[in-house]
């Protein structure tokens, strides 16, 4: 008695069934359309859109920054130019300062030389008015004095005058020295 | 081929064998493997342009499977073996090629199905044969025929001398053994895994049915046996969808590439 037995029509696994090689490959290229028409241009688009959007996120953040230092440098430039601007106007009022300065004291100059000017004129004419005053009256009081002691009129005008003079010279030569 | 007696008198034990792989026809030409082909296709098929119908540049929870998925086909497979700038037109092709042949290889691990439809030859072979007829239509079309076989024969940095031994090795193992193994490969871990979880589970059930006792109690051993194995084909089916596509974009990325 055998122990073994030969199963009925076992087909030899090895040797390909062609209908099944058909309708795999069949299958394989609905599959594959499916794949090729659908389902792969839909996922390379997600990942083309993921790609844009991170390198756009990196752009933004470049771009943004790139701004930040513009303003920054901006600032930095208003800033020198207020800086600048500030210093002009204070040297600007310096000067401005010291030329007002400077023409008050002018003006003060010329106002108390003005002044000086104007009570030396005024002292001058007072001066020559009793100048002239005095010599006027001393003449008529010597000369009064003078017919008095003598005893005589002096008529003769242009004698009188020309003694009178005479004298004041006099007093003239012995006051200058004093009055210098 | 046979079946293996084991009792004496008793029933006798079959042991699963390439028998175990006919099933019979439900329509006319419409086998189980075949209604799984067009079940994978469709459940593919929706689930790809349904979850890509509706992406959202932030992935939500949803998306993240179907775009992990496709990510991994892309950069974990593609971009390895393709350079980028080529990579585009062959997206398609790695993507169907792995979620195809992985839907279909846990067939064998999903209750009622418990088929990798892999396991017919017929299907493996028919995707290694395109991907055969692919790589070397890319080659040629990339290249030019003299300058895409010269490349892969006859390449520059390889002494004269070593070509004698070089060029016969390289074309037999191009240009003629690169359908062979991957179909073989993909057929026969699906195969025999499948006959190994038979096995197992047949075995259980013969030992259930004998009369006595002692024998019965081996039965749940058996069982066992099957549900860890069962997890073993799990990490197997996804690592040959793996593999197969791998090894695809692998092929079609050394034709594309200039120097060799």
């Known amino acids: 008695m055998t122990n073994f037995l030969v199963a009925e029509g076992a087909p030899n696994p090895?040797?390909?069934?062609?209908p099944e090689l058909i309708i795999g490959l069949i299958a394989f290229a609905i599959l594959l359309f499916l794949m090729s028409k659908l389902v792969v241009p839909r996922f390379e688009k997600l990942y083309a859109e993921r790609v844009d959007k991170i390198e756009?996120?990196?752009?933004?953040?470049?771009?943004?920054?790139?701004?930040?230092?513009?303003?920054?440098?901006?600032?930095?430039?208003?800033?020198?130019?207020?800086?600048?601007?500030?210093?002009?106007?204070?040297?600007?009022?310096?000067?401005?300062?010291e030329q007002i300065k400077e023409e008050l004291r002018a003006q003060a100059q010329e106002e108390s030389s003005r002044i000086v000017a104007q009570g030396q004129a005024q002292l001058q004419a007072q001066r020559a008015q009793i100048v002239a005053e005095l010599r006027s009256e001393l003449g008529r009081l010597a000369?009064?004095?003078a017919g008095k002691v003598v005893g005589e009129s002096l008529e003769d005008d242009a004698r009188r005058r020309g003694t009178v003079d005479r004298f004041l010279d006099e007093l003239d030569a012995a006051a200058a020295p004093a009055s210098k | 081929m046979g079946a293996l007696v084991v009792a004496e008198g008793g029933a006798q034990f079959v042991a699963p064998g390439p028998q175990s792989f006919l099933y019979p026809e439900i329509l006319p030409g419409v086998t189980k493997p075949v209604l799984q082909i067009a079940l994978a296709v469709i459940l593919v098929g929706a689930f790809y342009v349904i979850a890509s119908g509706r992406l959202k540049l932030v992935p939500g929870?949803?998306?993240?499977?179907?775009?992990?998925?496709?990510?991994?086909?892309?950069?974990?497979?593609?971009?390895?073996?393709?350079?980028?700038?080529?990579?585009?037109?062959?997206?398609?092709?790695?993507?169907?090629?792995?979620?195809?042949?992985?839907?279909?290889?846990?067939?064998?691990?999903?209750?009622?199905?418990?088929?990798?439809?892999?396991?017919?030859?017929?299907?493996?072979?028919?995707?290694?044969?395109?991907s055969w007829?692919?790589?070397?239509?890319?080659?040629?079309?990339?290249?030019?025929?003299?300058?895409?076989?010269?490349?892969?024969?006859?390449?520059?940095?390889?002494?004269?001398?070593?070509?004698v031994l070089f060029t016969p090795i390289e074309f037999v193992s191009t240009f003629i053994f690169?359908?062979?193994?991957?179909?073989?490969?993909l057929f026969a871990t699906m195969f025999a895994g499948h006959i190994m979880l038979l096995v197992f589970i047949e075995g259980g059930?013969?030992?259930?049915?004998?009369?006595?006792?002692?024998?019965?109690?081996?039965?749940?051993?058996?069982?066992?046996?099957a549900i860890g194995l069962s997890f073993l084909e799990l990490l197997i089916q996804c690592l040959q969808a793996y593999v197969f596509t791998m090894l695809t974009a692998n092929y079609i990325g050394s034709a594309l590439a200039d120097g060799h």
């Not at chain 1, 090895?14 to 062609?18: A, D, L």
């Not at chain 2, 692919?134 to 006859?154: A, D, P």
């Not at chain 2, 690169?178 to 490969?185: A, G, K, Q």
Request: hydrophobic fraction near 50%.
């Open chain 1, 14 to 18: 090895v040797i390909p069934s062609i």
């Open chain 1, 56 to 97: 756009g996120g990196i752009k933004k953040a470049e771009q943004a920054q790139a701004e930040a230092e513009q303003a920054l440098a901006q600032y930095k430039a208003q800033l020198a130019d207020a800086r600048a601007e500030a210093a002009k106007i204070r040297d600007n009022a310096r000067i401005e300062a």
């Open chain 1, 143 to 145: 000369v009064d004095l």
């Open chain 2, 61 to 130: 929870k949803g998306q993240f499977i179907s775009e992990y998925l496709y990510d991994f086909v892309r950069n974990g497979i593609g971009r390895e073996q393709i350079a980028a700038k080529d990579l585009r037109p062959y997206l398609p092709l790695l993507l169907t090629m792995f979620t195809f042949i992985l839907v279909n290889n846990l067939f064998g691990f999903i209750p009622f199905f418990q088929l990798p439809t892999m396991a017919h030859i017929g299907f493996p072979l028919g995707l290694a044969l395109l």
């Open chain 2, 133 to 163: 007829v692919l790589f070397m239509f890319v080659g040629i079309k990339r290249h030019g025929f003299v300058h895409y076989f010269g490349k892969t024969l006859f390449p520059p940095d390889v002494p004269k001398g070593v070509l």
């Open chain 2, 178 to 185: 690169r359908p062979i193994t991957l179909t073989v490969r």
């Open chain 2, 205 to 225: 059930t013969y030992f259930l049915e004998q009369s006595v006792i002692g024998i019965k109690f081996i039965s749940p051993v058996a069982y066992v046996m």
